[in-house]
């Protein structure tokens, strides 16, 4: 077990640096010219067609091709006295509160997530971002406060309408849901790709094109994640996903931190950080959409527990001979998600435990 002392500690330190919160420093900045995901795929044809399917290839969208609005091109939702709308017009959609005689509007932007468990909207207001106070949620087929909306009332009808972004948070909103937007600790929206494409998780990759182009391929051109440990993966996917640093500087306690998996994995009993079968990519193909059926994971747990041996109910377990992941895994509804997130903290679960933090 880590130590929460020692860590929060820290944290006061990194803040008055102003090195709080945010992605792992790991990916950032990424140095070079980024080339577009196209080009990527014209010496990578198979990883590029696998990955249109996985969902970090949505991970943003602007809103003209925003899947869910176009099949709902008018919403409503009520908290209290705040009446919701979002409707498409001939100008976009249109984003709107209502509270009595007070009314507060907007023309949406970008469409964050993608609506797996929820989607988020951002709109611009004097040359400032705002996240939408209301989402999109799947188990609702509709919309809901926003996730974190709930902790606060509204000071006014601006405040009703969405949730001012600080520089930092627009940065890394940015910076995970997109390609290029993020350049070291600084935002840019003038070139990028919507999602997380190929040079997200490689790295910028026209020194690479070009070298390949040239003859003369050059190593180190382009970031090379074969033979990563268990925590240089972890710290590679939680520059987004959160590492267990990160949230111990946040102090997210409670069920909320079941949507950070890196964070949670690293409680584990069984993690390792120096063996690959406890790393994230060692369950998860990341060029491929995230397989759903409990059983596929089995030999990934069988690995460690059953030294290859993959009957692993008569050798391991007592209660059960497969879907180990139902049991150890156990599904955990963050607050005000609306979604049943798979807990990647592994251990043994009984009805009735409290949540671990």
Not at 146 to 174: E, K, W, Y
Request: aromatic fraction near 8%; glycine fraction near 10%.
């Amino acid at each position: 077990m880590r130590r929460w002392g020692f860590w929060l500690a820290l944290a006061g330190n990194l803040a008055a640096q102003g090195m709080g919160g945010g992605a792992s420093a790991l990916i950032w900045p990424a140095q070079g010219e980024y080339i577009g995901s196209s080009q990527c795929a014209l010496c990578h044809p198979a990883q590029a067609k696998s990955f249109r399917v996985n969902g970090m290839h949505r991970a943003m969208a602007a809103i003209g091709d925003c899947d869910i609005l176009q099949q709902h091109p008018r919403m409503t939702w009520s908290d209290g006295p705040y009446q919701y709308l979002i409707e498409k017009t001939e100008g976009g959609y249109r984003y709107s509160v209502a509270n009595g005689a007070e009314r507060a509007d907007a023309t949406l932007r970008y469409a964050f997530g993608q609506g797996k468990a929820g989607q988020t909207y951002v709109f611009e207001k004097d040359g400032r971002y705002y996240e939408s106070r209301v989402s999109y949620y799947r188990e609702l087929n509709g919309l809901s406060l926003t996730v974190g909306a709930q902790n606060a009332r509204p000071a006014d009808i601006l405040q009703a309408l969405g949730r001012l972004m600080s520089p930092n948070d627009a940065r890394d909103c940015f910076g995970c849901h997109t390609t290029g937007a993020r350049r070291g600790n600084a935002l840019q929206l003038e070139k990028f790709e919507n999602g997380v494409q190929c040079e997200d998780c490689h790295s910028p990759g026209a020194a690479h094109i070009a070298s390949i182009v040239d003859g003369k391929p050059k190593p180190g051109t382009i970031r090379n994640l074969r033979g990563l440990s268990a925590e240089s993966t972890n710290d590679l996917c939680g520059s987004c996903h959160r590492t267990w640093e990160t949230i111990a500087l946040l102090n997210i306690r409670g069920p909320n931190n079941a949507r950070f998996q890196p964070y949670r994995l690293t409680n584990s009993r069984c993690y390792d950080p120096s063996d690959q079968r406890i790393a994230c990519t060692a369950c998860h193909d990341p060029h491929a959409a995230l397989v759903t059926d409990a059983k596929a994971y089995d030999s990934k747990c069988a690995a460690c527990h059953n030294a290859g041996n993959t009957a692993i109910g008569k050798r391991v377990c007592k209660v059960g001979g497969e879907g180990c992941v139902t049991c150890h895994m156990p599904r955990v509804e963050a607050p005000g998600s609306h979604h049943l997130f798979v807990d990647h903290w592994i251990r043994v679960a009984r009805k009735g435990d409290a949540y671990p933090d």
